[in-house]
């Protein structure tokens, strides 16, 4: 069994064919994920199989994702601290309007569904695995509805927030060594969840940045206001990444941090309590010329004292642009929005397959730069890189296997990575271009063999 297969080796169908029958899906969308299914699958039997089993009744999202999540949770535990990454995404199926079950996404006319997701990543960036995935589509014509302010949070979409640090919470207090902090952005500023977990002692910490910046406290003030007076109590330096429209740049922040107490906002159906929590703001005193300064107001159950303490809190918020790496991943490399299937109950567990793999790349990528010296037949099944290094080196493979670091140049080397002095480190887009043809160096290797025990 692969490594990539391996995420599923727990997973219960109903049917022991079923179950080997996910296993081997996972597998042959693994080894092309650029290309349509039928393409990936390479003839009309195994299409055929692949749709009859995202159509059966037992093959849903949540029980292709168990296994995965139930490896992730066996990850997580090797560390004494995992960050759990909360985002939502959209999914365009605008020009494939003939799949039912689908609802508008911004606009009536643009069609799709959303994806809310919890990936965990270790304070190095390392992708442990989803935790858990949200997935909802709007109703047809809801956009135009007027919507009651005053109605309760269950009936709004962003109880996924909520929700979604709630089954956090859960898993952090089964664990003892290992300590989980959900992580969200703007969206996630909900005082529910505040209330969820106020104290750092028991359940899971929270860091999430601010989208109110005008909240009152419990004695008038503003928090604006508080933290802008704060002393500067660290100093932080990072490299932002690029993004559309907009060229990668060095930053320099000065961090501030307040112990304050919120006031409780009022709410109709239910009376909730003033809470304590840290609020850090994250300044650019000195923007590049022509740049908006970068700035961030963060709130988080967990007190902060130190400038090392400031620090570290923003490098864990730094951390949640590994989960905008994911979905680009997994949009990009995937091309999860090209997928043509005729309901939403068939694209969900198609979703669920690709999700897995999206994590994969993004994992060996993400592992290679963090512990470029692990032996590589951790994450790689031993014929993969005896596969690749004989067809990258042109030599028979080494009785030891070789590096982790030496690995995934080998791989993404195939994916067009030129692994020059000065290239640094492959990204995702080379090693999953280069991940596509190892099965193909696998299989050759397995045929020679073949041969050779046939005719030798």
């Known amino acids: 069994m692969s490594a990539l297969a391996a995420e599923l080796e727990g997973i219960i169908l109903g049917d022991k064919r079923l179950n080997r029958r996910a296993r081997r899906v996972l597998e042959t969308l693994g080894e092309k994920p650029t290309v349509s299914i039928p393409a990936a699958c390479g003839g009309w039997h195994e299409t055929r199989a692949a749709y009859r089993l995202f159509d059966h009744d037992e093959v849903t999202a949540e029980r292709v994702l168990a296994p995965h999540i139930a490896c992730t949770e066996t990850r997580l535990r090797e560390h004494s601290r995992v960050l759990c990454i909360q985002d939502t995404t959209e999914l365009d199926y605008s020009t494939k309007k003939g799949i039912a079950g689908l609802g508008p996404l911004n606009y009536e006319s643009r069609w799709g569904l959303y994806l809310h997701p919890t990936l965990t990543v270790t304070p190095d960036r390392v992708p442990l695995g989803l935790l858990d995935l949200h997935s909802w589509a709007r109703e047809p014509g809801s956009l135009s509805e007027d919507k009651n302010p005053n109605r309760p949070l269950e009936d709004k979409e962003s109880v996924r927030w909520v929700d979604g640090f709630a089954r956090v919470n859960e898993l952090a207090e089964t664990l003892s ?5 959900y992580i969200a952005d703007r969206e996630g500023d909900l005082y529910d969840l505040f209330v969820e977990a106020p104290c750092p002692d028991q359940g899971a910490d929270w860091l999430v940045r601010v989208q109110h910046s005008d909240r009152l406290l ?16 660290s100093e932080i330096c990072f490299d ?22 919120l006031k409780a906002p009022a709410r109709p159906d239910r009376t909730l309590v003033d809470v304590t929590v840290t609020a850090l703001l994250a300044t650019e005193p000195k923007p590049p010329a022509g740049e908006d300064p970068l700035e961030w107001l963060l709130l988080t159950n967990l007190p902060v004292e130190t400038s090392e303490q400031a620090s570290e809190k923003l490098l864990w918020y730094l951390c949640r642009w590994q989960v905008e790496i994911y979905f680009k991943v997994l949009k990009s490399g995937c091309r999860i929005e090209e997928l043509q299937l005729e309901t ?3 694209l969900e567990p198609a979703l669920a397959f690709y999700m897995i793999i999206a994590w994969r790349v993004l994992y060996l990528t993400m592992l290679g730069r963090q512990c470029p010296e692990l032996s590589c037949d951790a994450v790689f099944a031993d014929e993969e890189w005896r596969a690749v ?7 028979p493979p080494p009785e030891q296997p070789p590096s982790l670091d030496t690995m995934v140049r080998m791989v993404a080397s195939l994916g067009g990575f030129l ?16 991940l596509q043809r190892v099965p193909d160096f696998v299989l050759a290797l397995e045929a020679q063999r073949c041969v050779g025990d046939t005719y030798g």
């Open 177 to 181: 060594e290992t300590r989980l902090t």
């Open 218 to 233: 419990s004695d008038g003030r503003k928090l604006s206001a508080v933290l802008e007076s704060a002393p500067v109590l």
């Open 240 to 261: 932002r990444p690029p993004a559309k429209g907009r060229p990668a740049r060095s930053v320099q922040q000065q961090i501030r941090a307040v112990r304050v107490t």
């Open 344 to 346: 939403r109950e068939r």
């Open 389 to 395: 290094y004989l067809v990258t080196q042109r030599k």
């Open 419 to 434: 692994n020059r002095k000065g290239d640094g480190f492959p990204g995702p887009k080379t090693l999953w271009i280069g």
